[in-house]
């Protein structure tokens, strides 16, 4: 079946920091990959997707590139600021017309916190 | 346009006691699901549907049972509460097969 890793939290850097957030899945074919962010006390929102090999997602100053060869969708920010404390999911979607092709598998989340 | 909504926001239970938690979205979106929410664990999909009167389950559906009367409307019953069912639970709409699901903004259940 399909499942999503992503690293651990929780990661605690500074202002103006760059950060890298790491997320491989498995699945069949060829998925979407999405990365949700989740604010404190809120839903979770779509922050940014790819639905083929080497798309780059973008949003924010959040990239994300879609790497087939390595099964990865690693999420990057140059310069993270205070507001982007949230917890952050990486997910895919697999492909097709069956049911397993309407659910969104997701990773266990990673704790962001950006101190000033 | 209100997105996706639930109510309510907290809950309180005792053990056994039954409750329906509220879903509800204004997008006209054919699929719509329920995920629990607990720590280390990411979201687990409970039970999903994929139209009105079409409903299935997901990941991990015991003690939970779902109806889709409508569109617009998913509710999530407990039928008799657990303490292993203290958790936060959302619910979520997307359009058919469409990318992009929209989260409603959460229900905080506690079983005691």
């Known amino acids: 079946g399909n499942s999503v890793t992503q690293m651990e939290g929780p990661v605690t850097l500074s202002e103006e920091a760059f950060l890298t957030i790491n997320c491989t899945y498995t699945?069949?074919?060829?998925?979407?990959l999405f990365w949700y962010v989740q604010y404190p006390g809120e839903g979770l929102q779509l922050l940014l997707k790819?639905?083929?090999?080497?798309d780059k997602g973008s949003n924010k100053g959040f990239e994300a590139t879609y790497r087939k060869e390595t099964t990865s969708f690693h999420l990057e920010k140059g310069s993270v600021q205070v507001s982007d404390s949230a917890v952050y999911f990486c997910?895919?979607?697999?492909?097709?017309?069956?049911?397993?092709?309407?659910?969104?598998?997701f990773g266990k989340g990673t704790k962001l916190s950006v101190i000033p | 346009n209100a997105g996706v909504t639930q109510t309510p926001k907290f809950q309180v239970l005792k053990t056994g006691q039954s409750m329906t938690l509220q879903c509800a979205q204004d997008m006209n979106h054919e699929y719509m699901s329920w995920y629990r929410q607990d720590p280390g664990m990411g979201l687990r999909l409970i039970h999903y549907s994929v139209g009105a009167g079409i409903t299935d389950q997901g990941e991990v559906p015991n003690g939970y049972n779902v109806s889709r009367s409508t569109t617009e409307d998913f509710p999530l019953r407990l039928l008799s509460a657990a303490p292993s069912q203290t958790s936060v639970y959302f619910c979520?709409?997307?359009?058919?097969?469409?990318?992009?699901?929209?989260f409603g903004p959460g229900t905080r259940l506690t079983v005691l």
């Open positions: 790819a639905t083929k090999a080497d």
């Open positions: 699945a069949t074919g060829y998925p979407s």
């Open positions: 979520a709409s997307r359009r058919g097969n469409g990318d992009e699901q929209f």
């Open positions: 997910a895919l979607k697999g492909r097709g017309s069956g049911a397993g092709s309407y659910q969104l598998t």
